[in-house]
């Protein structure tokens, strides 16, 4: 294997990997705000509810950073593409999520239940629309975004806001807010206590449920869908130049991946158990953690799912599809993702023990008596 070749490979894997620290990590934040409202009862539930993910989803966030950081460095083309033609999805993203720390820091400063109601719905919205948006994303992507380059490699984008919300991107953003919804009700079932707690496994089971049969829905769907077939290209270790590439469309072609190489339909395996798995450790309530775990795996399956499919295509153009970007011509030179590759293997396992550190000093529930005990630090 060249070693261009093989950097190129390792930056496309360590991409999924951020993307499924972003889903897992700052994805039962999201799914916490969703449920909320309705975990909550009483004002002293919500603050429980509140305060399981008020230590952690600043940090959580930094998964984010971390993301578009990556595409940014290792795969330019792919940023200066999506960034650009989802600008107006981008700021309704950033609108929602500037919700949330306003939300967490504005609520408890005032005890009237009409201001305490109005953040509360700030943070509902600042969970949902980014849930919404992120399986949006990733349904435009796996059906195909409307830019082409010219012969100087200047990018147009004709779609609008309003193309994204197409159905079978809307499915997409179901099985994505369901499949936080299911995550945020296990790390609920481990972090609160009675009725948060119970009201938290219910909606969980549900959301759980509806996730799989949203994903096998979507599974049926990709067999009549438009696909791309790269027939021709530079090759694996030649310099990015996405003009180079020779596209066809294929109805079905995002199963061809699966009919090569029997062995990836695990992953979309291992997504539908994982999550019916947690669905039944939910229902009978007695192994939280296991609950929480098993969902993140469903999370991390789905997305692997996704990648599996596309590959070797990153962003696949439906206007022009010769200049659909792949793995093999949107990636930085050489030298960058070396450069790239050091500097991870030196800061990850830094940042991957210090989260383990935190969770395990915030281990345990948030009870009625903590928030009591803090009234006037606690969210």
Known sequence: MAEYEFFRLL???????????????????????????????????????INTI??????????????GGAIFAAFPPLYGVAFSGFYLAMLLLLCALI????GFKFRSKLDGTGWRGTW?????????????VFGVAFGNVLQGVPFRFDEMLRMTYTGTLWDLFNPFALLCGLVSVSMLLLHGAAFLACKTE?????????????????????????GFWVKVLPGYVLTGFAGVDAPSNPLGNQVTVQTGALLLNYAAQPAIWAAPAVGVVMALLAVLLLRQGSRPVLAFTTSGLAIAAVIATAGLSL????????????????????????????????ATGLLLPIVLIYTAWVYRVLRGPVTEADIDHDSKTAY
């Not at 919700?99 to 306003?102: E, G, I, K, Y």
């Not at 509360?120 to 919404?132: C, E, H, K, N, R």
């Not at 119970?198 to 909606?203: E, G, L, M, P, V």
């Open 311 to 342: 590959f070797p295509f990153m962003l696949p153009s439906s206007l022009d599809p010769a200049s659909s970007l792949t793995l093999w011509d949107a990636s930085s030179s050489l030298t960058t993702l070396i450069v790239m590759t050091i």
């Open 120 to 132: 509360d719905t700030a943070l509902f919205i600042g969970g949902l629309v980014p849930s919404l």
């Open 194 to 218: 009675g009725g948060p707690r119970q009201r938290a496994q219910q909606i969980g089971t549900v959301a759980g449920l509806v996730m799989v049969v949203l994903f096998i829905v979507g």
């Open 11 to 49: 930056w496309w894997a360590l991409l999924g990997i951020l993307l499924i620290g972003i889903a897992v990590m700052d994805g039962f934040d999201m799914g916490v705000a969703m449920l909320m409202p309705f975990v909550g009862r009483r004002d002293v539930e919500r603050r429980i509810v």
């Open 99 to 102: 919700l949330r720390p306003v």
């Open 54 to 67: 008020g230590p952690v989803w600043e940090g959580n966030q930094v998964w984010l950073i971390l993301g």
